[in-house]
Nanobody
Framework: QVQLVESGGGLVQTGGSLRLSCAAS????????IGWSRQAPGKQPELVAK????????SVSDSVKGRFTIARDNAKTTAYLQKNSLKAEDTAVYYC???????????WGQGTQVTVSS
């Protein structure tokens, strides 16, 4: 099992930047990939970004491409989501998740609120 704690959320103006962090602990060896998902009020959850542990291959959704970047430190204990050129539609609760190896499912953090004001 993996424990995930997000931080870095808050209020930011349109066009601003924010960096979210996700600190992982527990069975780190079991993490196949770490990613970020978000859910805005009244909307379905959206997978935003993902980075694989083995080769650091990363991907982001089309809605944030060119603005958001996912990264992970070499110790593989922390994942980051750098968010630039923020828009009002980026307002959401952002969740960090870890996909586990061998069909272990996923573990999720508690979420952090990001509010982009115009």
């Amino acid at each position: 099992q993996v424990q995930l704690v997000e931080s870095g959320g808050g209020l930011v103006q349109t066009g601003g930047s924010l960096r979210l962090s996700c600190a992982a602990s527990g069975s780190l060896f079991s993490i196949n990939a770490i990613g970020w998902s978000r859910q805005a009020p009244g909307k379905q959850p959206e997978l935003v970004a993902k980075i694989f542990s083995r080769n650091y291959n990363a991907s982001v959704s089309d809605s944030v491409k060119g603005r958001f970047t996912i990264a992970r430190d070499n110790a593989k204990t922390t994942a980051y989501l750098q968010k630039n050129s923020l828009k009002a539609e980026d307002t959401a609760v952002y969740y960090c998740y870890a996909d586990l190896i061998n069909g272990g499912g996923s573990d999720w953090g508690q979420g952090t609120q990001v509010t982009v004001s115009s």
